[in-house]
C-alpha cells in the first residue's frame, strides 16, 4: 500500500529568497549605445545594473536562468554600439 502512493507523489523544488552572492560581473553598453551598465550573475540570476545620478546601482531587469551562471563575459560586434553577453552556465 505504501510503496503504491509513492509512484504518485510529484515532488516540487521552490527557492524563497535569491541569491545575493555576487558570483560574476562584466561591464558593458548593453541596453543603449554608450550606456554605463553592469551585469551581474548571483546564483540562478542574471541582473542588469545601472547607476543613478547618486552613484547607486539600480536594478533594470532581472532573469531567472536554468542552472547556476559560472561565468560572464562582454564582446561588441565590429561596426555596432551595443555589447552582447555570453553567459557560461552548468546545467543545474
Known sequence: FFFGALDKMHLYNLT??????????????????????????????????RPDENG???TICSMEVFGYV?????????????????VGSDSG
Not at 17 to 37: D, H, L, R, W
Not at 71 to 85: I, N
Open 56 to 58: 547607486h546601482l539600480i
Open 16 to 49: 524563497l529568497q535569491k541569491n545575493t552572492a555576487i558570483t560574476c560581473a562584466v561591464y558593458g553598453s548593453f541596453s543603449a549605445p554608450k550606456m554605463q551598465e553592469i551585469t551581474v550573475g548571483r546564483g540562478k540570476y542574471i541582473d542588469l545594473l
Open 70 to 86: 559560472r561565468s560572464l563575459s562582454a564582446f561588441r560586434l565590429s561596426g555596432t554600439t551595443r555589447d552582447f553577453l555570453v
